[in-house]
């Protein structure tokens, strides 16, 4: 019999997700059970992944040319597994009671999903989004490239020199925004996630020596709800303070 572990995983499932045939001691630990693996494409994106098996914690990270985009601490993970077809290669994260669970895809391309299915009750329509607009054309230097006045619902657009793309959608009135950053070379989205209970936008900038070298967009949410920050410069990348809190 077996030794079991806390997190139930099936190492050639990893060797398969990663390239691998063995990984060697900077990879993993057998005697901790610990990995630190990592992938790049041929664009300079790169997926690094840490696990701690007996301690039931993943760390994921997801970047460009040794740039952070996305960074995930998941904790209380119950099993890891892959799956794939002739289209998708994909690693599944499945977490404890009702955490919320991650998919990292490898093909068609890098990307990260969270499975988090909003639900009616998720719009607050008692709470409208206070926000300042001239921050938001500030930060995405434009104005919104689709309006519905009367909903108050609007869609903001931002692309970058290294062939990113930021969409963001708000509706005011019910409280709700959503993110989707896509890569121009990728046929899909490298993350997209639904944030409700939004009560704020508030657009920061810091300057050294006369330079622009920060932007963000804070997305301050309802108590008990994690809230998000939106990186435009120096490059886009997106927080999220507790993934669980979403």
């Known amino acids: 019999m077996g030794i079991e572990y806390d997190i139930n995983y099936d190492i050639n499932d990893l060797y398969k997700l990663f390239g691998k045939k063995k990984f060697n001691k900077y990879e993993f630990d057998e005697q901790a059970q610990i990995f630190n693996l990592d992938i790049k494409d041929k664009y300079g994106m790169d997926i690094y992944f840490y696990m701690s098996v007996y301690g039931c914690n993943c760390c994921l990270l997801l970047s460009f040319k040794g740039k952070g985009i996305i960074d995930l601490d998941l904790y209380e993970v119950q099993e890891i597994r892959r799956e794939s077809d002739e289209s998708e290669e994909k690693m599944i994260i499945e977490r404890k009671e009702d955490r919320v669970g991650v998919v990292v895809y490898f093909k068609p391309n890098f990307a990260i999903e969270i499975n988090k299915v909003r639900t009616k009750n998720d719009a607050d329509v008692e709470q409208k989004i206070k926000y300042n607009v001239y921050e938001l054309i500030e930060l995405f230097e434009s104005e919104a490239y689709e309006a519905n006045e009367g909903e108050q619902k609007y869609w903001w657009r931002k692309r970058d020199r290294e062939g990113f793309?930021?969409?963001?959608?708000?509706?005011?009135?019910?409280?709700?925004?959503?993110?989707?950053?896509?890569?121009?070379?990728?046929?899909k989205p490298i993350f997209n996630i639904e944030i409700d209970g939004v009560r704020r936008l508030k657009g920061e900038s810091e300057r050294k020596e006369g330079k622009l070298v920060m932007e963000r967009l804070n997305i301050e949410r309802s108590v008990g709800k994690s809230p998000v920050v939106v990186y435009f410069r120096p490059n886009f990348k997106i927080e999220i303070e507790d993934i669980d809190k979403l």
Request: include cysteine; charged fraction near 15%; glycine fraction near 4%.
């Open 165 to 187: 793309c930021l969409t963001f959608y708000m509706s005011v009135n019910e409280g709700i925004c959503d993110l989707c950053l896509t890569y121009e070379n990728f046929e």
